[in-house]
Nanobody, 115 residues
Framework: QVQLVESGGGLVQAGGSLRLSCTASGTMFSMNAMGWYRQAPEKQRELVALITSGGNTNYADSVKGRFTISRDNAKNTVYLQMNSLKSEDTAVYYC?????????WGQGTQVTVSS
């Protein structure tokens, strides 16, 4: 049925860039909100960025000015452009989607930033 498929994770040097993508498949209806969470070892899962179908965005303070979230409503796809990456950005990044009181989660993709 509904499945969130992520791509774009990997290993990058500090100061580099990565672009994450996530597509919600198995539905003809757009999600009300989509975004990204991340979880580092011994840390709680935290919101990185969120975007609504209307284009409203929300970012964690730690990524403001470096990360940009966008979406293609027709394709039910959300993107996270990550620039000026730092070692503290290393984490498993999880795609998130919400529609009509239901939450959906991706399997997670590893992002590792080396100094």
């Amino acid at each position: 049925q509904v499945q969130l498929v992520e791509s774009g994770g990997g290993l990058v040097q500090a100061g580099g860039s990565l672009r994450l993508s996530c597509t919600a498949s198995g539905t003809m209806f757009s999600m009300n909100a989509m975004g990204w969470y991340r979880q580092a070892p011994e840390k709680q899962r935290e919101l990185v960025a969120l975007i609504t179908s209307g284009g409203n965005t929300n970012y964690a303070d730690s990524v403001k000015g470096r990360f940009t979230i966008s979406r293609d409503n027709a394709k039910n796809t959300v993107y996270l452009q990550m620039n000026s990456l730092k070692s503290e950005d290393t984490a498993v990044y999880y795609c998130y989607a919400y529609r009509n009181w239901l939450d959906y989660w991706g399997q997670g993709t590893q992002v590792t930033v080396s100094s």
